[in-house]
């Protein structure tokens, strides 16, 4: 089982619509929790980071909260637009037993935006 | 700030023949990078992380002698696929990390297409 996992697994909302993604993580100790959008064929872009004290992160339409307790989090997406298609990627970064840092990557979400 | 860029933006090689990829952090200076390969409708699976002046640290079941990374300075690395085959075939993506960053935010290239016929 993966320690980061994305829910849905794909997603198609129509334009101008909302829409929230989830990633719940079971990596412990915790460091950070990043959100990226990669269009096909391109690399990630990171939307937000977050660290452990931090609640919620917005950037522009994009909403990032973080549960550290319950270990979720979720992307909001507000009024989409049809670039906002793409693979949303979960990425959380916590220490391992050796004192380094070890990086697990959700399986993205798919979202496609119709007109 | 923050750009990291990759060459070639893909690339078509027969079966056999080695392909060098390069990673480039254009205004950062980055003591690790890291190489990614991601198949189609999969996420990133992480082969390697390259440390300036070190050998790279290679994941479970990544060939070192197949995936060959050399990062000899802070700015570029590379990634050669050597005798690559058809099963080679994949979306390669780098990533950078600032020096002295205390959490290893990581600033990702563009990817390399690789097409092994």
């Known amino acids: 089982k993966n320690q980061v996992e994305q829910s849905p697994q794909s997603l198609i909302i129509l334009e101008g619509k909302n829409c929230t993604l989830q990633c719940n993580y079971t990596v412990s100790p915790f460091s950070n929790l990043r959100w990226y959008k990669q269009d096909t064929g391109r690399g990630p872009v990171s939307l937000t980071i977050?660290?452990?004290?931090?609640n919620t992160k917005s950037n522009g339409r994009y909403t990032a909260t973080l549960d550290a307790d319950t270990k979720q989090s979720s992307l909001h997406i507000t009024a989409s637009q049809l670039s906002d298609s793409a693979s949303y990627i979960c990425v959380v970064s916590g220490r391992d037993n050796t004192g380094g840092f070890k990086t697990i990557f959700g399986a993205g979400t798919r979202l496609f935006v119709k007109a | 700030g923050a750009v990291v860029s990759q060459h070639p933006s893909w690339v078509i090689c027969k079966s056999g023949t080695s392909v060098k990829i390069e990673c480039r952090s254009l205004?950062?200076?980055?003591?690790?990078m890291f190489w990614y390969r991601q198949f189609p409708k999969q996420s990133l699976m992480l082969m390697a992380t390259?440390?300036?002046?070190?050998?790279?640290?290679?994941e479970q079941g990544v060939e070192k002698d197949k995936f060959l990374i050399n990062h000899a300075s802070l700015t570029l690395s590379t990634l050669t696929v050597t005798s690559a085959h058809p099963e080679d075939s994949s979306f390669y993506i780098c990533?950078?990390?600032?020096?002295?960053?205390?959490?290893?935010?990581?600033?990702f290239g563009p990817g390399t297409r690789l097409t092994v016929l």
């Open positions: 990533s950078a990390s600032r020096s002295g960053r205390t959490y290893n935010e990581q600033f």
């Open positions: 390259s440390n300036e002046g070190s050998k790279a640290t290679y």
């Open positions: 977050m660290t452990f004290s931090e």
């Open positions: 205004d950062f200076q980055a003591t690790t």
